[in-house]
């Protein structure tokens, strides 16, 4: 287990005892450091039952931890979160055991950071949305909602693609250069085109002083007019003095770190239309937004790559405008490392994998493979309904595919979830517990 920070946890107990297999997603699991065995190994203390667990840090004995099971199964997933005030101090010898091969150890020590910061945050963005979108809608709610609140949110919920937008390639692109992961990247280029311009060097791109159109920067927009209506505000107006309830928690989503599959995410309700108070509403408001802020961040971080000669691995999602609904698709596109592909093959190789649910679907994963113009294509779909009509479409697509310029090679849908990938080493923190 790497310790900097909140960190995703394989466990692999085999066989699964009672305590373990009892478990629920979501569950909140406290956790002690009961001994380091060896450098690499420590025993934590869960509930009466005591289990080993691989480790590159050292943790001193007493160490609270705390874990939320976020997937079961054979590999159940736990994050854990350092409860002491004070995070133990990595020597050299520990940092470099949970960096990856030709990358900083810069670059592993910010996305440690990114980790540490975001997991616990981390939701997903359908609810968000959901109320920015009822904020659309001046006559649904009848609370004096501040005029700069409103500007913002109509403004990002325009911008997201329309399903008619989202089947357009050349749009599309854009779409996902807008979806948060690039915008560091962007305002870079913005700031590079103004000082060469301003040096007068060769064929500077004009300047502008438009921000660019992103879904992360429209989000830190939304969150700095939140707070700063809070930070103006008379602070006995931002308590709750009726104690008013709060909206339920949002419910989890598996975080998306690099070499996860992709979550299908369902329309959600918003949850603040029952609100009668302000301050309140901007307070969960807010708590969203940080939230969604947080699982970009973590996509960014799925993103970076481990070496300069590592292939392509790009996490996002896209939110979809739907006739006032906004639909979620989780994607991943990667580049196969030809380190891996035959000697005879050579060919470029890419991977994409998606997850969404729309509504009278339910949940659907695919996959994708392309080698040059040949495609495959793999669906599942937890609904057999759904899994009957894919399968009654699938000729329909093939031939879209072919009016593509691409052969379809495979084509299938089955029933059920896709089966538990084989991934290489986790980049960050895995746990292995015996029993």
């Known amino acids: 287990m790497e310790i900097n920070g909140p960190s995703p946890n394989i466990i692999k107990p085999t066989p699964l005892p009672s305590a373990i297999s009892n478990w629920q997603v979501g569950q909140v699991l406290q956790a002690t450091v009961v001994k380091q065995a060896s450098p690499q190994n420590l025993v934590i203390q869960i509930g009466n039952q005591q289990l080993q667990a691989d480790s590159t840090v050292n943790l001193p004995i007493g160490q609270k931890l705390e874990l939320r099971v976020s997937q079961l199964g054979v590999k159940p997933i736990l994050q854990a979160r350092i409860l002491s005030p004070t995070p133990p101090t990595l020597n050299t010898s520990q940092i470099t055991a949970t960096t990856q091969p030709n990358r900083p150890v810069a670059t592993d020590v910010a996305i440690n950071n990114i980790l540490k910061q975001a997991l616990p945050k981390q939701t997903s963005m359908a609810t968000l949305l959901a109320n920015l979108a009822w904020l659309n809608q001046p006559a649904s709610n009848t609370l004096p909602i ?18 008619q937008q989202f ?22 280029q913005l700031s590079s085109d103004k000082t060469a311009q301003a040096l007068h060097i060769g064929n500077a791109t004009r300047p502008t002083n438009k921000p660019p159109t992103d879904l992360k920067l ?9 707070q700063q209506i809070t930070r103006a505000a008379d602070t006995t107006t931002l308590k709750n003095p009726l104690n008013l309830a709060s909206p339920q928690p949002l419910p989890f989503t598996p975080p998306p770190l690099r070499g996860s599959t992709p979550q299908p995410q369902s329309q959600a309700n918003a949850n603040l239309a029952g609100l009668t108070n302000l301050p309140l509403l901007l307070l969960e408001l807010g708590k969203q937004v940080e939230s969604s802020l947080a699982r970009t961040q973590l ?37 196969q490392d030809k380190e891996n592909q035959d000697e005879k093959d050579g060919k470029d190789q890419w991977g994409i994998s998606l997850a969404f649910d729309l509504k009278g679907l339910g949940p659907v994963h695919a996959k994708l493979r392309m080698i040059d113009n040949k495609i495959s294509t793999t669906f599942w779909a937890e609904n057999a309904e759904t899994t009957q009509l894919f399968n009654q479409n699938l000729e329909n697509l093939r031939q879209r595919y072919h009016q593509a310029g691409l052969e379809s090679s495979e084509l299938c849908c089955y029933p059920g979830t896709p089966p538990a990938a084989t991934t290489s080493r986790l980049p960050h923190i895995v746990l292995d517990i015996k029993v």
């Open 146 to 163: 501040p005029v700069i609140i409103l500007d913002i949110a109509k403004q990002l919920i325009n911008q997201l693609p329309s399903k």
């Open 299 to 335: 996509h960014q971080a799925a993103s970076l790559p481990s070496s300069e000669q590592s292939p392509t691995n790009l996490a996002f999602e896209l939110p979809i405008r739907n006739n006032g609904q906004i639909d979620i698709f989780d994607i991943v596109i990667n580049e």
């Open 167 to 188: 089947s357009n390639s050349g749009q599309l692109k854009q779409n996902i250069l807008n979806s948060g992961i690039f915008l560091e990247s962007k305002l870079k």
């Open 218 to 226: 429209s989000l830190l927009r939304l969150l700095g007019a939140i």
